[in-house]
């Protein structure tokens, strides 16, 4: 066999063409892409594994410090998978199916697998899930935890939603109103924005629960943690005494998680780069 430049041995394919599957691969399904070249996704998949493996041999992750992670559904359903990312650098450290604690402790066997030291990683940002707080406590013993505020925002966009759910219930005037409070005042359209004042004038409790959600977002904008608990105090005291149920619950679960939503005044990290 001779060996060219132009191909790896047994590829089948140039290496020009192996470049454009992988910048493909990054914007659409293998089957996409196997469709589109004519050729069968196996085929596909044996270049994406390959190109993918030669690079996870090479990367050096001695300088993590900082790892956000989160959770995406494989596909419809509950099919979990937990993607780590280098919040300095943004990379893809590690990707695992599940996200449960075992997948936080392989996350840090991978990382010492490249050079790292799951010791030094002095930051973790991720949502309420217990496992993973579990699994950061016990594989990343020096990291300090930040909730991400968008997935604490989240937790109270889900409480005022159930807050209009019961109240639509007894009056017909939340009737196709639902995004109308899930969105910022200044995110409404011209008619959505006309809607929500038609409102103002019925005394609902989803309105409450709405001021109470906008009130939260304000923690993120105090100039220091001192100020910042100062007002997140303020804020629970007012939430948990609505005498909105899911309002309440909301606020003792961020309660039960006070000093990681505060940690985001001294770190001002969030995984929106894995919600991208």
Known sequence: TVEVPWTRSRSGFTALF????????????VAVIAAIVGEHDTRIWRVLHHHVEEARREADFSEVRRIGMDET???????????FFDLDVKRLLYGAEGRDQ????????????????????????CDMWPAYIKGVNASFPNAEITFDRFHIMKIMNQAVDEVRRQEAKTTDVL????????????NLTGKQ????????????????????RLTLQELFEQPDRKTGEAFLKCWYFWATHSRLEPI???????????????????SMITIGLLEG
Not at 18 to 29: K, Q, T
Not at 175 to 182: G, H, I, N, P, V
Not at 248 to 266: C, M, P, Q, S, Y
């Open 175 to 186: 009737k196709k109103t639902r995004y109308l409070w899930l969105k910022n005042p200044n």
């Open 248 to 266: 309440i619950h909301a606020a003792k679960t961020i309660k039960r998680h006070w000093e990681g939503v505060l940690n985001w005044f001294d």
């Open 193 to 212: 924005r006309r809607k929500m004042d038609s409102l103002t004038d019925h005394n609902l409790k989803t309105a409450r629960a709405y001021q109470i």
């Open 73 to 83: 559904a494989s596909r419809r359903g509950h099919n979990y998978i937990s993607l």
């Open 18 to 29: 192996e470049a454009l599957i992988m910048i493909m691969a990054r914007e659409m399904p």
């Open 102 to 125: 075992d997948t936080v402790s392989a996350c840090a066997v991978d990382l010492s697998a490249h050079g790292g030291d799951p010791d030094q990683v002095q930051q973790v940002c």
